[in-house]
């Protein structure tokens, strides 16, 4: 499985050399490890609680000019012990996955590493990058994978890279953390093909570049994740080579020498199992050896070295908590991102982009206070969320406020202008999985009597993920910017008056009903058994997300990779010569627009074996030219399969069905590929 970037990320080269070389600091690693004594090797391995207002801190060997590295949440900004406004509230990871953009990816990482570091830290907890399995999974939006290992590859690189300008990065949740029902103890019964091919595909491409993981709570096949000699050893830090350091997520380790000998190096929040007592005793039971620890050492030590050399006493070693590190730039890049990745999902004649001549009634308490980002640990505190009231005062749009508790009051401001414009959300958060996949409050009931009054109404939704959307047929026009940060207002009225032309494309799917992939209470949330509380089976293997549409030629509301622009595109001059795929992709109509073409592949018994899908994205790239000839060359990874006798991937030979199209549910070429 190849990973690709579109020309607009060759920015990534710079990237490079503003890094150490991974040897020389791993050289560097181990020459501080060599000097260490037994004590100081292990304060490494243990978190210390809050230290000067921080409330995450692990040991550093007094290497980065304090006792201590300070660490925060999370995978879309500075969220922790910070005064709301000091700190930008970004787009969430899932947000920026719909932009489909690595060259994007990039600038936010930058811009997520420039607050961390300002603030004083040393470490950022994210990116997120776990596959979505379940719709209602509380932290969808933390991940930027969105359903898809390829797109989880393609964004979570740049993301790091950029991080790992200023502070290091931590790729999470290590593994098939893909529920928060029960999430401290449900055990993900997932076969081996399965997890190499989907789940850890993002996390292999991560490994490549993050300076640390983060463990999850759940077990897997049986054991805790953080303490899984199967993930951490054997997958991680064996199958894909990953050179950094694994950390548990807060209170999830539950062992001194079980998590040491299978892979875990830091324990947080604070030395429950890894304290020096309870690390020598392992050692004097020959349950671990002192390679363990030296190499623990050798790992953290080696992402910190990583980190350009500038940047790693953050503050001069002072304490900046409370620094106001958001500053104009990134402002207009979190305005940038949340207009970018914005989806426009329906367009009916065309009603967008608007004219600034008509009025406009906006409708919804969304209007006036926006949910723009989620709860946990991944939350954002901001006091700077501008709202689509405020943008739109200041667009110089005629516009009127109605909140939509009172149904008669609000179709009335909508047949008194010339636009309705209703404003939804659906909130989720971290500790608890979503009740349903609906909209908040009353905007669902709300929604097709806006429409029958209002020919010219236009929804906008902030969503943690998927979202049903019963009243589709009832409006003109329909948009979602997922979690969207602070700028949400700014960003939606950029894009609905077409300063920035809609280009971003659906991550996961949109169903029509609750359960359409109909998962057995087996599958989620999970059933009791003699040795668990709540065990989740994977029986659909990778029949999950589009790839379950696709098998069972099911129509969703709205298909993976879905994505409309202002204008259209046209596909043609599918050529398949050996392994190079190229076609043409013309603009037909409008000037601005932007389209991302996808190329999937068929494996050859996709049509026979029901648990192989019917085809998987291999290859995207965005255009916003006039036309473009898009080329891609199959790699023998786009072609294999896990092998769980040899331990290896091995190509897949036979003819590959080959589809391009603008989403997963729209193909317009088809041809295939013999390997």
């Known amino acids: 499985m190849s990973i690709k970037f579109v020309p607009a990320a060759i920015g990534l080269l710079s990237v490079v050399v503003l890094r150490a070389s991974a040897q020389s600091a791993r050289d560097q690693a181990i020459q501080d490890c060599n000097a260490f004594n037994f004590s100081m090797k292990v304060t490494l391995m243990r978190g210390y609680g809050e230290i000067d207002g921080y409330s995450r801190n692990s040991g550093c060997g007094y290497k980065c000019g304090r006792q201590t590295f300070r660490w925060d949440n999370g995978p879309q900004g500075f969220g922790d012990n910070t005064k709301p406004g000091t700190t930008t509230q970004w787009p969430s990871c899932l947000t920026v996955g719909a932009t489909w953009d690595p060259s994007l990816a990039l600038e936010w990482g930058i811009a997520m590493g420039e607050e961390f570091w300002g603030k004083g830290t040393n470490i950022q907890e994210g990116p997120g990058v776990n596959i979505a399995r379940i719709m209602k999974n509380g932290r969808n939006f933390e991940y930027v994978s969105g359903e898809d290992p390829i797109l989880g590859t393609v964004m979570v690189q740049p993301i790091v890279d950029g991080i790992q300008q200023n502070v290091m990065a931590i790729s999470k949740h290590y593994i098939n953390n893909n529920q928060e029902i029960h999430r401290s103890g449900v055990n993900e019964v997932v076969d081996e093909v399965t997890e190499m091919e ?44 990953f050179s950094g350091f694994v950390v548990s997520d807060w209170g999830a380790c539950h062992s001194t020498a079980q998590s040491i000998s299978n892979g875990l190096d830091i324990e947080m929040p604070k030395a429950n199992f890894f304290s020096e007592d309870n690390i020598q005793q392992a050692l004097d039971n020959k349950e671990i050896t002192m390679d363990d620890i030296n190499d623990s050492c050798v790992r953290i030590l080696s992402g910190y070295y990583n980190v350009p050399q500038d940047k790693r006493h953050p503050c001069g070693g002072g304490i900046c908590i409370d620094a106001n590190v958001s500053t104009a730039a990134h402002k207009t890049l979190a305005r940038k991102l949340s207009a970018m990745s914005t989806v426009l999902l329906k367009n009916d004649n065309d009603l967008l982009p ?97 429409g029958a009054a209002q020919k010219n109404t236009v929804v906008v939704m902030a969503v943690p993920g998927s979202i049903l959307t019963d009243w589709r047929e009832d409006v003109a026009a329909i948009l979602t910017n997922f979690y969207p940060g602070e700028q949400m207002g700014n960003a939606i009225g950029d894009v609905l008056y077409g300063v920035v032309p809609p280009q971003a494309k659906l991550p996961l799917t949109f169903p029509k009903v ?122 023998d990874a786009d072609v294999s399969n896990w092998d769980v006798v040899s331990k290896t991937w091995k190509v897949t030979s036979g003819k590959f069905g080959v589809s391009v199209g603008t989403s997963s549910g729209d193909i317009s070429l088809t041809g295939t590929l013999t390997v």
């Open 198 to 241: 989907l789940y850890g595909v993002p996390f292999a491409a991560a490994a490549k570049k993050s300076a640390g993981f983060m463990c999850a709570y759940n077990r897997v096949n049986g054991v805790y994740a953080c303490e899984n000699k199967q993930t951490l050893r054997t997958m991680l830090k064996g199958y894909y080579n």
């Open 514 to 635: 609750d359960n359409e992939q109909k998962m057995t209470e087996e599958q989620y949330p999970g059933v009791k058994t003699p040795d668990f509380d709540l065990q989740a089976n994977y029986s659909e293997g990778q029949i999950v997300g589009y790839r379950w549409y696709d098998k069972h030629n099911v129509k969703p509301a709205f298909a993976f990779g879905h994505g409309l622009t202002y204008g259209a595109f046209t596909y043609s001059d599918l050529s398949v010569s050996g392994r190079t795929v190229s076609f043409t992709v013309k603009r037909t109509s409008g000037t601005n627009g932007c389209d991302t073409p996808q190329v999937y592949l068929s494996y050859p018994t996709a049509a026979t074996d029901p648990a192989v899908p019917a085809k998987v994205l291999r290859y995207f790239q965005k255009t916003c030219d006039a036309e473009t000839t898009v080329k891609y060359t199959v790699s």
């Open 354 to 450: 608007l004219d600034k001549s008509k009025t406009v009634a906006l409708i919804g308490k969304d209007a006036q206070t926006p949910y723009t980002g989620g709860s946990g640990s991944g939350a954002v505190n901001t006091n700077a969320a501008v709202s689509p009231v405020k943008a739109f005062s200041a667009l110089g749009v005629k516009a009127t406020f109605n909140d939509g508790t009172d149904v008669a009051s609000a179709v009335a401001a909508a047949k008194a202008a010339d636009v309705a414009i209703v404003f939804g959300s659906a909130h989720s958060g971290e500790g608890h999985d979503r009740d349903s996949l609906n909209l908040e409050d009353n905007i669902d009931a709300l929604i097709p009597q806006i």
